[in-house]
């Protein structure tokens, strides 16, 4: 399969680089996914009982009952088992357990932003990022992680997207570059809508190109597929 390099137009790829800039209108090639002029900012309150340091940040509460806010390492995996059914874990790269010893032991593209988003109350989505400056990428190195995406609901990916973006611009954060993705990812499930109501625009182009293979349903039905070579 070809990888892209997502930037202004299309939403559609294999392996792609989602590059997000939202603070610019009218879309220049540079812009990448560009929020439109005129867009409502959201109200801003302080999450109670957020933790000091790294992860004391602003909440924004984009509606009545939509909210982002960043967790710890720790409690990203402590949701994973808790939420096998409402959200869609469908990314290897971005389990909590192969995230952690890239925060601990590897060079992660920057400091460990993992955002929630909520609505009413309920999570329906977590993007690990990574923020150096004004820039955020996904948590996971590409060095380690062949491809990476959203967690979101079934059917959220929009709504999680939207909310990422907004949170993202109140901390001044003004470019979003997400490397790389799959066909099928969650995030172009979001990207879609949003591009079709002229909330987003994208481009895309190929970076790479992956290697696959249909694998048996079980360990059994590899070892059996194997020749005396292996």
């Known amino acids: 399969s070809r990888g892209s390099d997502l930037e202004l137009q299309a939403v559609k790829g294999v392996a792609t680089r989602l590059i997000q800039r939202h603070q610019i209108s009218p879309l220049r090639r540079s812009d990448g996914l560009t929020r439109r002029q005129g867009a409502k900012r959201p109200v801003v309150s302080k999450p109670a009982g957020a933790q000091r340091g790294q992860y004391d940040r602003r909440v924004p509460i984009l509606s009545a009952h939509l ?21 869609a874990w469908d990314c290897l790269f971005v389990l909590p357990r192969w995230l952690q010893p890239v925060v601990d032991h590897l060079d992660p593209p920057g400091d460990p932003q993992i955002l929630t988003i909520r609505k009413q109350r309920q999570l329906i989505g977590i993007v690990p990022l990574a923020v150096t400056g004004d820039r955020a990428t996904f948590l996971g190195s590409p060095q380690v992680c062949d491809y ?63 290697y696959e293979m249909p694998l048996p349903q079980s360990w059994e039905g590899y070892l059996n597929r194997l020749t005396g070579k292996h």
């Open 67 to 87: 909210e982002v806010s960043p967790i710890s390492i720790k409690t990203f995996e402590a949701l994973w088992p808790e939420t096998q059914t409402a959200l």
């Open 148 to 210: 990476q995406d959203i967690v979101s609901a079934p059917g959220k990916e929009a709504t999680v997207l939207l909310g990422v973006i907004d949170y993202l611009r109140q901390q001044g954060i003004h470019t979003l570059d997400l490397e790389t993705l799959r066909p099928g990812a969650a995030l172009f499930k979001g990207v879609g809508p949003l591009a079709q109501a002229g909330k987003l625009a994208a481009v895309q182009s190929p970076v790479a190109v992956t």
